[in-house]
T-cell receptor, first 113, second 113 residues
Framework: AQSVTQLGSHVSVSEGALVLLRCNYS??????LFWYVQYPNQGLQLLLK??????LVKGINGFEAEFKKSETSFHLTKPSAHMSDAAEYFC???????????FGIGTKLQVIP | EPEVTQTPSHQVTQMGQEVILRCVPI?????FYWYRQILGQKVEFLVS????????KSEIFDDQFSVERPDGSNFTLKIRSTKLEDSAMYFC???????????FGSGTQLSVL
């Protein structure tokens, strides 16, 4: 079975500050890892994904995440928060069969002007 | 970018009634999914569908639930006799092949009264 744990259900940062959203995964096989974003009243949008290869993955809107196998982590970062980044962020994992994506509980990001 | 379309965006129903949630996946996609998100909780996998049959389902997807692809374009989720605890946002998703990203619809908010 696979799972992800997101540390911090709510994170607040000042506009222009570093964004760091934490995710740790558990998987018995090499995982595929994802970050999704959900803006209010909208569906889930893929920010970035790690499958194989380079462990630092760049996504849309200036976000990136680094796969660290030794720490079983896939934390999401952005150097400088923008007001438009306020949303809920979900870390997710799937196996290479890709039949099912398992989501974390989500982290609500608040950006303070 | 192509979109997965879900209708209606909001559905209100009485407990015990049947509901059908509709989805139009992206036209050349072959794998279809339903997920749900109860308010304040994580996104949960319900079912995956390929080649006109269910390929995997979760423990949530009991006999009250069914899925169908009736006409080659729509993908529906039916709840036979709704319960209060079925109130949630239901997301449809699709992908072309198993190693490509999931495209999510914007969801149907189901409220069971």
């Amino acid at each position: 079975a696979q799972s992800v744990t997101q540390l911090g259900s709510h994170v607040s940062v000042s506009e222009g500050a570093l964004v760091l959203l934490r995710c740790n995964y558990s998987s018995s096989v090499p995982p595929y890892l994802f970050w999704y974003v959900q803006y209010p009243n909208q569906g889930l949008q893929l920010l970035l994904k790690y499958t194989t290869g380079a462990t630092l993955v760049k996504g849309i809107n200036g976000f990136e995440a680094e796969f660290k196998k030794s720490e079983t982590s896939f934390h999401l970062t952005k150097p400088s928060a923008h007001m438009s980044d306020a949303a809920e962020y979900f870390c997710a994992v799937s196996d290479h069969g890709y039949q099912k994506v398992t989501f974390g509980i989500g982290t609500k990001l608040q950006v303070i002007p | 970018e192509p979109e997965v379309t879900q209708t209606p965006s909001h559905q209100v129903t009485q407990m015990g009634q049947e509901v059908i949630l509709r989805c139009v996946p992206i036209s050349n996609h072959l794998y279809f999914y339903w997920y749900r998100q109860i308010l304040g909780q994580k996104v949960e996998f319900l079912v995956s569908f390929y080649n006109n049959e269910i390929s995997e389902k979760s423990e949530i997807f009991d006999d009250q639930f069914s899925v169908e692809r009736p006409d080659g374009s729509n993908f529906t989720l039916k709840i036979r006799s709704t319960k209060l605890e079925d109130s949630a946002m239901y997301f449809c998703a699709s992908r072309r092949v198993t190693n490509e990203k999931l495209f999510f619809g914007s969801g149907t908010q189901l409220s069971v009264l």
